[in-house]
């Protein structure tokens, strides 16, 4: 666990170090344990069929708050995506990330770090506001695997 954390810290770290723009810079935010006080809600928790594999719809992205695609440190996805989690959580004053999606194999968007995007990497994103169902559409296939999507309420 503290070695998979410290792995993960340091990729964030590299991630970090790239060149960036200033909304992006924001980046590796502090893994942050979530007190219980907080409330965790899946946003496919009322739907019987959700997909396994789902990525964001383009119209998340105005509600978009940050963003990092790097390679999966680890196998544990599960851990990952808790990470990725408490990351929201550990952003800012930890007022600011209302939801978080994690997924392996996701298509990393044009301009991101100044790059062309197109690649599958590991994707972790904040938003704004909580998601909901129709904020996501299944993936193609290969894509969004071990999707994972939490809202934060505190
Ligand atoms: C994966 O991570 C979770 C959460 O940290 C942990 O409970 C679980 O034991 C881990 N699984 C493996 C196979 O290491």
Known sequence: MLLSTTIFTAFATLTS??????????????????PDTCTLSNPYGQTAAAP???????????????????????????QMAQQCL???????????????????????PSGY????????????????RPLTVADFQEASEGQGTSAYARNIAC
């Not at 723009?21 to 980046?27: H, N």
């Not at 990351?87 to 209302?98: I, M, N, P, R, V």
């Open 17 to 34: 170090a790239r060149p960036t723009t200033l909304s992006e810079r924001a980046g590796g935010p502090a893994i942050k344990p979530i």
């Open 113 to 128: 770090y100044g790059g062309e995007g197109g690649q599958l990497e590991t994707a972790c994103v904040f938003y704004t």
């Open 52 to 78: 396994s594999d789902f990525i964001p719809a383009p119209s998340t992205k105005s509600v978009e708050l940050y963003a990092a695609y790097y390679p999966s440190p680890s196998s544990n996805t599960t």
């Open 86 to 108: 408490q990351q929201c959580y550990g952003y800012g004053t930890s007022t600011e990330c209302k939801g978080a999606y994690w997924a392996e194999h996701v298509v990393v």
